[in-house]
T-cell receptor, first 116, second 113 residues
Framework: GDSVTQMEGPVTLSEEAFLTINCTYTATGYPSLFWYVQYPGEGLQLLLKATKADDKGSNKGFEATYRKETTSFHLEKGSVQVSDSAVYFCALSDRDRGSTLGRLYFGRGTQLTVWP | EAQVTQNPRYLITVTGKKLTVTCSQNMNHEYMSWYRQDPGLGLRQIYYSMNVEVTDKGDVPEGYKVSRKEKRNFPLILESPSPNQTSLYFC????????????FGAGTRLSVL
């Protein structure tokens, strides 16, 4: 079935460091891919998305490119800030699944802590 | 302000005592869903609803009930809570045409003793 695998956390970085959080997926159709972010004490919110191969999603300095050949959607940011400390979830939505059309499948989440 | 509101935010209860967690959205969304979040397991879907009076099971529905009598409300009911239902619960909603872009409530932390 459809699934998402994220790198294990936690990830701890100093401010201005480069961030990569790996995400790979398994899907039978043509999925859309997402990154959601959960700040402390809050619900999840959409960070960025890509709906087809080679699309690049971007928001708040974060980027992720939909790579069909490697079934990956890695999250990157060139210079992290303390305010980026949060849990990041990779998610998949397979558009070809009938009654589950558009349903989200989440990875396990990666905790990011950024120190000043 | 567009939002998904869950109540209560924190709840401690005892095994077997029925409880309801409420969820309400003010965005006129057709789709609503309940998730539980557990360490190392991420988010798992409990139930979802595509519209009023239409509900379906997610990945982990055992021990839970839901109802969708009105478009804005989607309560989660635990008829006889057990300690393995101790978790962080999230309600989410979205328009029917974009159910993969969901808006989440702030969460309800439930402890069952």
């Amino acid at each position: 079935g459809d699934s998402v695998t994220q790198m294990e956390g936690p990830v701890t970085l100093s401010e201005e460091a480069f961030l990569t959080i790996n995400c790979t997926y398994t899907a039978t159709g043509y999925p859309s891919l997402f990154w959601y972010v959960q700040y402390p004490g809050e619900g999840l919110q959409l960070l960025l998305k890509a709906t087809k191969a080679d699309d690049k999603g971007s928001n708040k300095g974060f980027e992720a490119t939909y790579r069909k050949e490697t079934t990956s959607f890695h999250l990157e940011k060139g210079s992290v800030q303390v305010s980026d400390s949060a849990v990041y979830f990779c998610a998949l939505s397979d558009r070809d699944r009938g009654s589950t059309l558009g349903r989200l499948y989440f990875g396990r989440g990666t905790q990011l802590t950024v120190w000043p | 302000e567009a939002q998904v509101t869950q109540n209560p935010r924190y709840l401690i209860t005892v095994t077997g005592k029925k409880l309801t967690v409420t969820c309400s959205q003010n965005m006129n969304h057709e789709y609503m869903s309940w998730y539980r979040q557990d360490p190392g397991l991420g988010l798992r879907q409990i139930y979802y609803s595509m519209n009023v009076e239409v509900t379906d099971k997610g990945d982990v529905p055992e021990g839970y009930k839901v109802s969708r009598k009105e478009k804005r409300n989607f309560p989660l009911i635990l008829e006889s809570p057990s300690p393995n239902q101790t978790s962080l619960y999230f309600c989410a909603s979205s328009p029917a045409m974009t159910v993969n872009i969901q808006y989440f409530g702030a969460g309800t932390r439930l402890s069952v003793l």
